[in-house]
T-cell receptor, first 111, second 116 residues
Framework: DTEVTQTPKHLVMGMTNKKSLKCEQH?????MYWYKQKAKKPPELMFV???????INESVPSRFSPECPNSSLLNLHLHALQPEDSALYLC??????????FGSGTRLTVV | KNQVEQSPQSLIILEGKNCTLQ??????????LRWYKQDTGRGPVSLTI?????NTKSNGRYTATLDADTKQSSLHITASQLSDSASYIC???????????????FGTGTRLTIIP
């Protein structure tokens, strides 16, 4: 299994909703990442988990809350989002300096 | 500041033709350079990854080159197909002090359109 699986593929949520994005990989990668990508822009790093511990938080607003329950799973909990948070959210995993694999993304629309 | 610049910003070519995309970077200390293909609204898919000591790497119709002295890379696509229409992103990684803290610098991509 050489994939990073993200669910759901599409999500529409209101500004008062609570939702979660999920990411799963079974490649034994011990680093997992969340990126946010706006249209026609490069991905922006949000969070990094290394060995299930949060190692990087790129000053992301608290309405985004990451969670790494185990070495295969990564969640991103969403609460009280704003319309400007609408974007493609990408999960990635890595082993050392190689094997940096992206998921297919969740397209999030906040209404 | 680490930067990756790509050219051209967009490119339109006829199906079956070849093309070359360029990437210039100022990332230090350099670890590796990757080319990704990204379809609109989808995650990037890795095409090649090269370290300092590698000059050329191929993946089917894709051939990437790296000149670590001039800090330039190119991606050559041979016999283009309609399915090659996508954005191609150059991503450069700096050496990391701790595992998982790898910082990637993304180029803004080249939007390639193949027309029949």
């Amino acid at each position: 299994d050489t994939e990073v699986t993200q669910t759901p593929k599409h999500l529409v949520m209101g500004m008062t909703n609570k939702k979660s994005l999920k990411c799963e990989q079974h490649m034994g990668h011990r680093a997992m990442y969340w990126y946010k990508q706006k249209a026609k822009k490069p991905p922006e790093l949000m969070f990094v988990y290394s060995y299930e511990k949060l190692s990087i938080n790129e000053s992301v607003p608290s309405r985004f809350s990451p969670e790494c329950p185990n070495s295969s799973l990564l969640n991103l909990h969403l609460h009280a989002l704003q319309p400007e948070d609408s974007a493609l959210y990408l999960c990635a995993s890595a082993a050392a300096n190689y094997g940096y694999t992206f998921g297919s993304g969740t397209r999030l629309t906040v209404v | 500041k680490n930067q990756v610049e790509q050219s051209p910003q967009s490119l339109i070519i006829l199906e079956g033709k070849n093309c070359t995309l360029q990437c210039n970077y100022t990332v230090s200390p350099f670890s590796n350079l990757r080319w990704y293909k990204q379809d609109t609204g989808r995650g990037p898919v890795s095409l090649t990854i090269m370290t300092f000591s590698e000059n050329t790497k191929s993946n089917g119709r894709y051939t990437a080159t790296l000149d670590a002295d001039t800090k330039q890379s190119s991606l050559h696509i041979t016999a283009s197909q309609l399915s090659d229409s996508a954005s191609y992103i150059c991503v450069v990684s700096a050496e990391q002090s701790n595992f998982g803290n790898e910082k990637l610098t993304f180029g803004t991509g080249t939007r390639l359109t193949i027309i029949p």
